[in-house]
């Protein structure tokens, strides 16, 4: 090709823009987005972005497009909620981007280890769909600064976005935005407000550039005053560190390290404790409270060594007792011979990966979790070719995650390279290593917790959320000027705080969704019948025998809506209203509440700051476990009248005392489970009237489901065949019955006899009575221990059986 310059021009690349942005669900978009695509790419060409003299230039103006349309497809992502993703492979060959010498070129710039280079040798190598993908990050912040540069500020940045999803006959008015504040305040729904947070913070690399400099020459002017191998105190480690780690890198045995023992703590173990240390005392108690921390670690590879300090989750928190350090996830600190990384670390083929992946498939689409921000010098790590930044953790959480079972570890850290640690405070280190280890905690968090959305929640309080977010956008110097825009938190419109209070029921397939990811099995009828009376009427009635899940329903559904839950056992004894509502004290003229008063007091709180903010307040379930234990009319009689007043009027009152009233608010639900045997009650006519009742049923797969593979099932389920008519056993007894043969197997007793002795104290006790029923099912349960050698099993039923034949009744006693 001659050197004479060339420009590849929008017609050019037309054809691929067309390729790459097809397949949205918003009606007119496709339209909106080439005319978006057709003025950047002329922002680009006026940056001389599209200019190349030679094949290889071309390649990269090629890449820069790729780079550009990621760009926008990810903004769609964020603010209308578009799944389109980039098709990097078919664009570029669109480009004629595709030939040898190109792959061969950027092959050698991906490629890293010698095992790999192997490829580089065939002459059919071409670059894969994620070749292309790392190769338009690379180019990302210099096609997003051409970007920002053509416009006075991000909120006209963003206005060139927003309207590009304008409809096609609606006519467009360009509208300055002087401040950023002003494009949040007009016309703001939540996905526009994520989205100018999201622009925010792609071009913040951009935006703090000068800053970083301007921090590098300061750091610069002081390292001429100390000497290169000198130790300073705030400037944790020095060119002397990486020398030392560097030589003991290429001459990894500990004879070398013996021979420089007191270098070693001079310039890198002492230094790395102190920095750790202080790290970890910078760290907020509602993170601290979680962990426990782990001197460091002079650690060692066949291929390296390195020093590591790591925050674990507290010893209490973890769920298998025969844990292991190095297989649970971690808040990790490492330094090694070329750079200094920190972030989360998960290690494979470990339960916190298994419990992260449930829990990203889970709530991978909670408005929660896709608020979370990263800053972009955190990589996110997919393989050994796929990386992300941290401004791009939901697209990394959906298309890393979602169903990919083979990733390895799954990795979120920074990595400073050793020229630029030299040139950082101890001050400075630890401000980024808290920043990240803050950011990163809501996926620690995810890691660890089998139900985690309640403990992110509580470290993402709203108050924390706003603040967050409008300190990071204040501190932001204007593109153009360099000065700081003016932002306070007080000052903030009243329209952004709607979207940190307000409440979205989840639709009802993401609702069965997530009730079966915490492992209860149950129809999608039967939750559909739950889902419905719960809107109907607001108070349900669950029965079925015991253990087939009617307090784990509720719980799972309270979890999956999102929803505030308390669980009250009712107790034989109650008779009054004051057992549930609490009561006014003559000696202290005080009102003493019980959890059931307060939880109603929370509601009719939760529920008029809804009111007054004109948003959907969110639902408070409250559970009644083992309702007619008492007798229902005594204790709950205040409700069954309250009921009709709030089904008329919407809401109704409570009295208390005399003179204390609580709201029964329409946001408030009330759910009992009764069992019905000789220690319970009926019901009166009164209560059915004014619920809704659901009995639930295990049914023969679904325990033999439950069961999972072991060696007893088939026994198991014959026993079950022959007594479940009289007396009925499901999920609580299995699950008890599989614990009871796991714990007997680590003590090396078989689990024949560790069945037998299951079967005589969890199902013979359910065997009595008198019904015939009772002597048929002891026949049949006699001749199957019999046959299957339950020695325990055969002599107690046997008994059992004789009485029964003798005097027509029989127990267990």
């Known amino acids: 090709m001659s050197s004479e310059s060339n420009t590849l021009t929008w017609g050019d690349i037309k054809d691929a823009a067309e390729l790459a942005f097809r397949g949205f669900e918003n009606p ?42 990621s760009f926008y497809l990810e903004f769609c992502h964020v603010a209308w909620e578009e799944d389109v993703d980039p098709d990097y492979y078919n664009c570029a060959t669109t480009l004629n981007f595709i030939d040898y010498d190109a792959a061969h070129y950027y092959a050698e710039q991906l490629i890293d280890t010698d095992s790999d280079r192997s490829v580089l040798d065939d002459e059919d190598y071409e670059l894969d769909n994620s070749d292309l993908q790392n190769l338009a990050e690379n180019v990302r912040e210099e096609v997003i600064s051409a970007l920002t540069d053509s416009f006075d500020n991000i909120s006209e940045l963003f206005v060139f976005l927003w309207e590009s999803n304008l409809p096609e006959s609606e006519e467009k008015e360009f509208v300055s935005c002087d401040t950023d504040s002003e494009i949040l305040q007009d016309d703001l729904i939540s996905n526009k407000q994520a989205a100018f947070e999201w622009l925010t913070q792609q071009c913040s690399t951009k935006l703090f550039e000068e800053a970083e400099i301007l921090q590098k020459n300061t750091v610069a002017e002081h390292n001429e005053t100390r000497s290169e191998n000198s130790i300073d105190i705030d400037f944790p480690f020095s060119m002397e560190t990486f020398t030392l780690l560097e030589n003991l890198h290429n001459k990894p045995k500990f004879d070398f390290y013996i021979a420089h023992e007191e270098e070693f703590k001079q310039y890198i173990e002492n230094p790395f404790q102190r920095l750790f240390l202080k790290a970890f005392a910078q760290l907020p108690d509602k993170i601290t409270k979680w962990m426990d921390m782990e001197k460091y670690l002079f650690c060692y590879t066949k291929w390296t060594f390195y020093y590591e300090g790591n925050l674990y989750p507290k010893r209490e928190l973890l769920f298998d007792h025969k844990f292991n350090y190095f297989d649970i996830a971690r808040l990790t600190l490492i330094l090694f011979n070329n750079n200094l990384v920190f972030g989360l670390f998960i290690p494979d083929n470990c339960e916190d990966k298994k419990r992260f992946i449930k829990n990203v498939n889970q709530f991978s689409k909670s408005k929660i979790i896709n608020g979370l921000k990263l800053s972009n010098n955190c990589t996110l790590h997919k393989n050994k070719k796929e990386q992300y930044r941290g401004g791009r953790l939901s697209y990394w959480l959906k298309n890393t995650y979602r169903k990919n079972t083979s990733i390895k570890s799954i990795q979120a850290t920074v990595h400073l390279h050793k020229d630029r640690v030299i040139h950082l405070s101890c001050n400075q ?39 967050f977010s409008f300190d990071y956008q204040s501190s932001i110097p204007s593109s153009k000027t360099g000065q700081k825009q003016e932002s306070n938190a007080s000052q903030i419109d009243e329209k952004l705080l709607v979207f940190i209070h307000q409440y979205v029921e989840p639709s009802f397939p993401d609702i069965y ?67 549930l509502l609490g009561y006014l004290s003559p000696m202290d003229n005080k ?143 299995i699950d008890e019955i599989k614990i009871y043969v796991k714990e007997a197997e680590a003590l090396e007793v078989s689990w024949q006899d560790a069945l037998d002795e299951q079967l005589l104290q969890k199902i013979l006790p359910k065997l009595k009575g008198a019904d015939d029923r009772v002597g048929v099912a002891l026949k049949e349960f006699v001749d199957i221990v019999k046959d299957k050698d339950f020695p325990l099993s055969y002599k107690k039923a046997t008994k059992m059986l004789e009485t029964f034949n003798q005097h027509g009744f029989t127990s267990y006693f």
Request: aromatic share 12%; with cysteine; proline share 4%.
């Open 28 to 69: 007119g978009l496709e339209f909106g987005a080439l005319e978006w695509a057709k003025e950047a790419w002329e922002i680009l060409i006026n940056s001389d972005l599209a200019t190349y003299s030679d094949e290889t230039q071309r390649n990269q103006v090629i890449i820069r497009f790729l780079a550009l349309a």
């Open 429 to 467: 280190l630890i401000e980024q290593i808290r920043q990240t280890f803050e950011e990163l905690f809501p996926l620690f968090l995810m890691a660890i917790c089998d139900y985690p959305m309640p403990a992110i929640r509580e470290y993402l309080n709203p108050i924390s959320q706003l603040k």
């Open 513 to 579: 969704r997530k009730v079966l990811a915490q492992g209860l099995r149950i129809s999608e009828s039967t939750l559909r019948r739950y889902h419905l009376a719960l809107k109907s009427r607001k108070f349900i009635i669950l029965s079925g025998i015991s253990g087939t899940g009617k307090t784990w329903l509720t719980k799972a559904y309270a979890e999956a809506v999102e929803a505030e839950y308390l669980l009250v056992p009712v107790a034989p004894n109650w008779t009054t209203n004051e057992d």
């Open 591 to 733: 009102y003493h509440d019980t959890d059931f008063s307060a939880f109603l007091k929370k509601a009719e709180e939760g529920y008029q700051q809804a009111q007054a903010k004109q948003l959907t307040p969110r639902p408070y379930y409250l559970v009644l476990d083992e309702m007619n234990l008492a007798r229902v009319e005594y204790y709950f009689a205040k409700f069954l009248s309250a009921m009709e007043v709030r089904m008329r009027e919407g809401v109704a009152q409570i009295q208390l005392a005399s003179d204390k009233q609580v709201l029964l608010p329409p946001n408030l639900y009330f759910i009992g489970t009764v069992n019905v045997d000789e220690t319970t009650h009926s019901f009166a006519d009164k209560v059915y009237d004014r619920a809704q009742l659901i009995e639930l049923e295990a049914s023969r797969q679904d325990l033999y489901d439950h069961l999972g593979e072991v060696p007893y099932s088939e026994i198991l389920m014959q026993i079950w065949d022959e007594v479940h008519t009289i007396a009925p056993f499901a999920f609580r007894v």
